[in-house]
């Protein structure tokens, strides 16, 4: 918890000069500079713990850290013809320990993959017409670590209804990815590393709509559909069958999910929102889930509010899993995997937000802190707890 505290308070400092220098436009004046409208800094701190490992077939550690950081910055300007320009620039870096990924070489009290370092950063490109209502949006995102690098596209279109209580909006999105295929040590020809490569593919169009209802009540209703192809498995998932002998996880090379959202928000007065979210999701490996989430941010003072929230999750479960030792030669795909079994999890925590009319620490720009706490548990035995702070300039 420390660490996390310490990193956001050292990006906090490294800022501190821009949040003096750029000075608030209070007026209606649309600059045609481009300038610094919003930075948000977030820490978090993620811990887990279970007995189900799929590293080790099944059984095994759970246990995971990670530590993550990212900045997001927010450039705008306006064109000569009123159009507004929005430049979001992000970069994150995570670094984690992982007890289960240890064991992928057994012999080993400690091996390389017992910890790793994440960096992904991203850039999106927005065009606004704001008296129409519509807007385009490109961006490109990459993400790496040891075994994995993986580059992302997305365009966007959007467009308000005539009152601007509606809007429509379709996204495609597109990740091509390259991974290390890391085989556990005891599955590795005679003398070899266990490096290949082996290419995924994803390809994601969401379709949405909100509309404001009135006064008190918006919705919002969201519809995916995300095709997958090539290597889906991963290659240092062990699959323990019920004659003892153990093989790497394998899984078909195309899947397709079908996810279908509706998010609502009712405002109580001024000082109360409920916010409720369903997902109805499903896909062609036989795996069917239901989430419902609710959260009521509850303004407590001008300057600070709490927000309790609480999601349930269940899901069938793939028809290709099977715990450790009862896969047999007869199946032609397996996984020990538990996050494709059949579980049900909630989540639940509180949100903290606080937002000085001085700013934080005295900082006019530095407008709002926010902290939220998260605790996990699902019936396959797993826990886990997240921490996040975030701070905001504008």
Same mark, same amino acid.
Not at 30 to 58: F, H, I, P
Not at 124 to 148: H, M, P, Q, V, W
Not at 330 to 358: H, R, V
């Given at each position: ?161 005539? !009152?601007?209580?509606? %809007? ?14 890391? %085989? ?18 994803? $390809? ?24 997958? !192809? ?18 790497? %996880? ?81 199946? %032609? ?9 059949? $579980? ?51």
């Amino acid at each position: 918890m420390k660490r996390v505290f310490l990193t956001g308070a050292a990006l906090l400092a490294l800022f501190q000069s821009r949040a003096q220098d750029v000075p608030t436009d209070s007026t209606s004046y649309k600059s045609r500079k481009l300038k610094l409208e919003e930075v948000n800094l977030v820490s978090s701190y993620y811990k887990q713990d279970g007995n189900n490992s799929a590293v080790t077939g099944g059984i095994g550690s759970e246990h995971l850290t990670d530590i993550a950081n990212t900045i997001d910055v927010r450039l705008i300007k306006y064109g000569e013809t009123g159009i507004k320009h929005t430049f979001d620039i992000e970069a994150g870096i995570d670094h984690y320990t992982s007890a289960s990924s240890d064991m992928i070489d057994l012999s080993a009290n400690s091996s390389a993959s017992s910890s790793d370092n994440r960096f992904y950063p991203s850039l999106t490109y927005l065009r606004e017409n704001e008296e129409k209502g519509r807007a385009y949006a490109i961006g490109l995102s990459s993400s790496t670590e040891f075994d994995y690098q993986s580059f992302g596209g997305n365009i966007s279109f959007s467009q308000k209804t005539r !009152n601007k209580n509606g %809007e429509f909006t379709a996204k495609f999105q597109t990740f091509i990815d390259q991974l290390k295929l890391i %085989e556990p040590v005891e599955l590795r020809p005679s003398g070899s590393e266990g490096y290949g490569s082996a290419s995924r593919n994803t $390809f994601a169009g969401t379709l949405s709509y909100s509309q404001v209802i009135n006064k008190n009540l918006q919705i919002m209703l969201v519809g995916d559909i995300i095709s997958q !192809n090539g290597y889906l498995s991963l290659p240092f998932h062990r699959v323990y069958f019920a004659d003892g002998s153990v093989h790497q %996880e394998k899984m078909p090379d195309t899947r397709l999910k079908i996810p279908l959202g509706i998010r609502a928000s009712y405002f109580l007065g001024d000082n109360l929102i409920i916010r409720a979210y369903y997902r109805y999701y499903t896909d062609d490996w036989s795996l069917k889930a239901h989430t419902a989430d609710l959260e009521i941010p509850v303004k407590l003072t001008q300057a600070f509010s709490l927000s309790p929230f609480y999601r349930y999750y269940t899901q069938s479960g793939t028809k290709y899993f099977k715990p450790y030792e009862e896969h047999t030669a007869a199946d %032609e795909f397996y996984t020990s995997n538990y996050d494709l079994s059949k $579980f049900d999890s909630s989540f639940f925590g509180m949100g903290m937000k606080f937002t000085p009319p001085n700013g934080i620490f005295g900082l006019k720009h530095w407008n709002t802190l926010e902290i939220r706490y998260g605790h996990y548990t699902r019936t396959t035995n797993m826990t886990s707890d997240i921490i996040s702070i975030n701070i905001k300039y504008r």
